[in-house]
């Protein structure tokens, strides 16, 4: 297999090429979790894989507790399905917790204290209460617990965390936190066991072409946990060296013919981009540092067959979207071209009614 067909592979998996899911919830449950930093452009992840859908209907499937926006896997936001979420935070917990005392470490924050304010940050959302952090810290201060910004971040992290709180609804393009057993139904639990395998599957099933060292990298997992998650999943999946790599994918594939150029516009922190560990096929490295800045700033792209090929940014005007185009070097104007329905289409996601 070429670098071509596994890019080619790579679309059709993460849902860039005609598929037949039609709601924000389902591109995200088959995803697995998509990064989801920027929250408003992070929207556009989702958008981009559904067919004429609005900003709007990103932010409803959040606000309706379809979609969760949290810290799981690695520490950082991700967007997950509700019905994915319980046992993914069980997975993440042994991984992410030592992140968090490091963080507490840095801070000079005594963790005991923190536990001991969890309760209180419970009680202020109890009864199907949705507050910004800014609100939480004005309701905290009240109530006699003063911290800065920082501490009051780390509080929230850890109530996080422990399955206390979770995003809610959004205020405007304000992000709020409610109580996790008041906003997302309770669903079977799974053993450890059971979730590395359905992990597993969806990572690969998603993300695939894929390699060992991307799984690692993008569930947050030890090696040794996820080669027992690989094997798991072993008899659904085929595996083939593609650049001295072994490369997992499902093994009942049916990708359209690549007849048609894919131009795409993909949002800053795109699962395409982000969630490999090895870049080489769809990024040169002379390009590297003009997409992924040395603080792991990831850029908006512009992704021509799956390969990089440059850099876009929105601006609003009038209440109207603009988008930007940014090539890394000459592009012929018929590439350029290819390129418009992209743009009208990222338009359109982000006009304003």
């Not at 067919?51 to 409803?60: S, Y």
């Not at 917990?93 to 992140?99: A, F, G, N, S, T």
């Not at 929230?156 to 205020?171: K, M, Y």
Request: glycine fraction near 6%.
């Amino acid at each position: 297999m070429t670098s071509d067909e596994l890019l080619h592979i790579r679309l059709y998996n993460q849902l860039l090429t005609l598929h037949e899911l039609k709601e924000p919830r389902k591109v995200v449950a088959h995803m697995g979790a998509m990064q989801s930093q920027a929250l408003d452009m992070a929207k556009w992840a989702i958008g981009s894989r559904l067919q004429d859908h609005t900003v709007t209907d990103i932010t409803n499937a959040l606000n309706k507790a379809e979609v969760i926006r949290t810290h799981i896997l690695r520490p950082t936001w991700h967007f997950v399905a509700a019905d994915d979420l319980r046992w993914m935070y069980a997975l993440s917990y042994p991984r992410l917790k030592p992140v968090y005392r490091s963080y507490a470490k840095m801070l000079g924050a005594d963790e005991t204290v923190l536990y001991r304010h969890i309760p209180l940050v419970e009680e202020l959302l109890s009864g199907g209460r949705h507050l910004s952090k800014q609100e939480m810290g004005e309701a905290l201060t009240r109530r006699g617990v003063l911290l800065d910004d920082n501490h009051l971040s780390l509080l929230l992290s850890f109530a996080e965390l422990e399955g206390v709180i979770v995003n809610g609804e959004l205020d405007g393009s304000r992000q709020t936190f409610t109580l996790l057993e008041e906003w997302v139904p309770r669903t079977t639990n799974l053993s450890r066991e059971e979730s590395l395998g359905r992990l597993a599957h969806k990572y690969f099933s998603s993300h695939g072409p894929a390699t060992l060292q991307d799984f690692a990298w993008w569930s947050g997992l030890s090696v040794t946990e996820c080669r027992q998650a690989m094997e798991m999943i072993r008899p659904e999946f085929t595996h083939e060296k593609i650049n001295e790599r072994e490369c997992w994918m499902p093994d009942n594939l049916c990708t359209l013919p690549a007849d048609n150029n894919s131009a795409l516009l993909l949002a800053p922190f795109d699962e395409f981009v982000v969630s490999y560990k090895d870049r080489s096929d769809m990024l040169e490295q002379t390009h590297y540092g003009k997409v992924i800045t040395k603080n792991g700033i990831f850029s908006p792209t512009i992704m021509l067959n799956g390969k990089i090929i440059g850099s876009w940014k929105k601006s609003m005007k009038k209440n109207m979207p603009q988008i930007t185009l940014t090539f890394f070097g000459k592009v012929p104007k018929k590439t350029i071209h290819l390129f418009q329905p992209e743009i009208e289409r990222l338009e359109k996601f982000y006009a304003r009614e």
